[in-house]
């Protein structure tokens, strides 16, 4: 250990201590890491108080963290992590449709629905007919790709949120599959915007911050092909007052989606609907493997 300890000595100290790990990647990790908190409080002159409330504010997010409650998660999401490392791993630079983030309201154990199916199971609202398609990237379509749709009721709640009327049961979510000319289609109800979790840890530095704590209408999607690389993505209401606030910063350009209204009248799927409703259409692409 140096003797002449001084806030510019302490780091080379501290990082002098990892080059005994065995893990190559574990050592490149948290040298860096404290290259770079180091760094940051000498830049920002951090106080102890202030270090005190960062590490509390570190405990309570892990306390209030639970299985359905993804305190830590958000954070990352708040703070542009998530959206960060999924464009820093995107493997495809091609024609791929963007991804998103999956969020906290996927569930695994989702019912399965054939094509044209009313997924909404009986939650009321705007009728809603997405028609989907799956294509590679020269636009040949992937027959047989799992796909997986989730999204909020027209008040911006999940099922998962839901007791009445559900009973436990799933609503607004399937999982589904493509056709020979890689399409899939079904009828749910239209979502509506929502706010991030506020009541937590994360809610304090949104509100600290004046920022939005919305994210802007959307309908989530989860692919599974054969051959091709996986894909997280959410369309998103175009003119939705939050488009260009989204709390957790997925709403990109590309995922801009015309959710089209109708008058009552004829649905793409033959059916007479005696109210307005909303066509969804979009091609989705994913990268090879
Ligand atoms: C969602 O899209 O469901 C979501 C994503 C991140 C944080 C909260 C919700
Ligand atoms: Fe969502």
């Known amino acids: 250990m140096a003797t002449d300890l001084t806030e510019h000595t302490i780091t080379d ?5 990892f080059d005994t790990a065995t893990d190559e990647r574990f050592r490149q990790l948290f040298r860096s890491l404290v290259q770079h908190l180091h760094d940051f409080a000498r830049e920002v002159r951090l106080t102890g108080d202030e270090w005190f409330t960062a590490m509390d504010f570190i405990e309570r997010l892990g306390k209030i963290s639970s299985p359905t409650r993804q305190e830590v998660v958000l954070l990352s999401d708040i703070l ?3 959206m960060l490392l999924d464009k820093i791993n995107e493997q495809t630079g091609g024609s791929a449709t963007d991804s998103a983030l999956l969020g906290p309201f996927y569930v695994q154990d989702r019912p399965t629905a054939p094509n044209g199916a009313d997924i909404a199971n009986g939650v009321a609202g705007t009728p809603m007919f997405m028609a989907g398609r799956v294509v590679d990237e020269q636009g040949r379509p992937i027959a047989g790709a799992q796909v997986d749709t989730w999204h909020s009721d027209g008040t911006g709640f999940y099922d998962v949120q ?3 009327p559900l009973h436990g049961e799933f609503a607004m979510r399937a999982l589904l599959t493509t056709d020979h000319d890689g399409k899939f289609w079904y009828r749910s109800i239209t979502p509506r ?3 991030v979790p506020t009541d937590g840890p ?3 530095i949104l509100r600290a911050a004046n920022r939005s704590v919305m994210r802007p209408q959307h309908v989530h999607f989860w692919f599974h092909a054969d051959g091709y690389q996986p894909l997280i993505t959410q369309l998103f209401l175009k003119d939705d007052p939050y488009i260009d606030c989204d709390a957790v910063f997925s709403a990109q350009e590309s995922l801009k989606a015309d959710f089209v ?3 009552p009248g004829v649905a793409p799927d033959g059916t007479k609907v005696d109210e307005p409703f909303v066509t969804l259409d979009w091609t989705f692409t994913l990268a090879a493997q």
């Open 162 to 164: 839901m007791t009445e």
């Open 193 to 195: 915007y929502y706010p």
């Open 202 to 204: 994360c809610g304090e």
């Open 13 to 17: 100290e501290v990082l002098k201590t």
């Open 261 to 263: 209204r109708h008058e």
């Open 80 to 82: 542009g992590l998530s």
